[in-house]
């Protein structure tokens, strides 16, 4: 056996080893980030959403936009559908807003997988 021939190969495994464990670190990096993008946009909606219903203002409607618009750019389709729906029965029978927000909660819960 070359001695040469055996020290080239754990060099180019251990330069294979590094790219890979980068590439692996670098996705999971992204996958952490994108999860606390959605976790913040998600609790940031639902306060808004409680404060705009605790005390309704234009301040605390635009505040609610501004979440709802986060949302619907972090946030899973399903999560964006139930909002609208939220907002869509603002002055509608309660038992639709509530179906709308326990989807917007089921959404959020499959999103951030809890």
């Known amino acids: 056996m070359d ?14 080893k590094t790219i890979l464990d980068t590439i692996l ?7 952490a980030l994108q ?4 976790r913040e946009a998600y609790l940031g909606l ?7 219903a605790i005390s309704p203002s234009d301040e605390n409607s635009k505040t609610f936009a501004l979440w709802q618009t986060r ?10 559908k139930a909002v ?3 907002i869509d029965t603002n002055d509608g029978p309660r ?4 179906i709308h927000f326990d989807n917007l909660l089921r959404a959020i819960k499959n999103d951030l997988s809890v």
Do not use: N, P
């Open 25 to 31: 670190s670098s996705k999971k990096d992204r996958s």
């Open 84 to 86: 609208q729906g939220i």
């Open 46 to 52: 639902l306060d808004a959403l409680h404060i705009a």
């Open 95 to 98: 038992e639709i807003r509530h």
């Open 71 to 80: 949302v619907s750019i972090f946030g899973s389709e399903e999560a964006s």
């Open 3 to 16: 001695w040469s021939t055996l020290f080239g190969a754990f060099g180019v495994g251990a330069i294979i």
């Open 35 to 38: 999860y606390q993008e959605k």
